[in-house]
């Protein structure tokens, strides 16, 4: 037979009741925090590499930028610096062409090494056309020096060739006389014109000794692969 409890036996008994419920409620919210906690932690280290991630990207295309920006210059700076070595190299080969283009006319000042001068010429076209007759073009004040000349040549190229050829001088078209000097030989009746003036012997040096020219004032280009 079941005996009724006291009111001190229901107090004791709630007592215990709420203190159970009391811890149960403790411990689930200490469960929950711990839980509440550990989440926290996991979307925090997300964020941060989230975070770590993007400024990595960020740097790593800005540092790229940055490496092109200054390869950009860096090449842009080397092509005008290049740029201003060769503008400064063609002025100086320039002057030099220019100053050999005022000297050309003291060659004439000498009539006797002109003479000889003028003999050679004839004689490298007259061995160019290797006809029996050619014409020779030159400056009216310079006739009677290559007069002397016509005759040395046309003595040896017979002496080398063993044929004769005969030089006159072409009267009706005669070079400028502000021409340096020197003359053109016609042959084949007017057809082949072989240009023996100084100026152009100039233009002819120009193109054939200025890569040695180059090399002798400027040295051995270090950039350059090929050679003709």
């Given amino acids: 037979m079941s005996h009724a409890l006291s009111d001190d036996q229901v107090a004791g008994e ?3 009741m709420t203190a159970f419920i009391r811890q149960e409620a403790l411990e689930k919210a200490r469960e929950i925090q711990l839980k509440a906690d550990e989440e926290f932690a996991i ?10 991630a993007s400024i990595d990207t960020t740097y790593e295309k800005k540092y790229k930028q940055a490496s092109m920006a200054q390869q950009i210059t860096r090449s842009t700076v080397a092509n005008k610096t ?12 320039d002057d030099l062409f220019d100053r050999a283009s005022k000297q050309l006319g003291d ?31 030159a400056r ?24 004769p050829v005969e030089v006159s001088i072409d009267e009706k078209n005669p070079q400028p006389e502000d021409s340096a000097g020197g003359i053109s030989i016609v042959g084949s009746a007017g057809k082949i014109d072989i240009n023996n003036t100084f100026e152009e012997r100039l ?26």
């Fill in 203 to 228: 233009k002819l040096l120009e193109t054939e000794a200025l890569p040695s020219l180059r090399l002798t004032l400027f040295g051995k280009n270090e950039n350059r692969k090929f050679y003709d």
């Fill in 82 to 93: 290049r740029l201003k070595v060769l503008a400064a190299r063609q002025e100086v080969l």
């Fill in 14 to 16: 709630l007592k215990k």
């Fill in 107 to 137: 060659s004439t000042a000498d009539k006797a090494k002109y003479q000889r001068i003028l003999k050679n010429l004839i004689l490298e076209g007259a061995f160019a056309l290797d006809e029996s007759k050619v014409q020779v073009r």
């Fill in 43 to 52: 979307e925090k280290s997300k964020l941060v590499r989230q975070e770590t």
């Fill in 140 to 163: 009216k004040q310079d006739y009677e020096v290559l007069k002397g000349a016509i005759r040395e040549a046309e003595a040896e190229y017979k002496k080398q060739t063993e044929k």
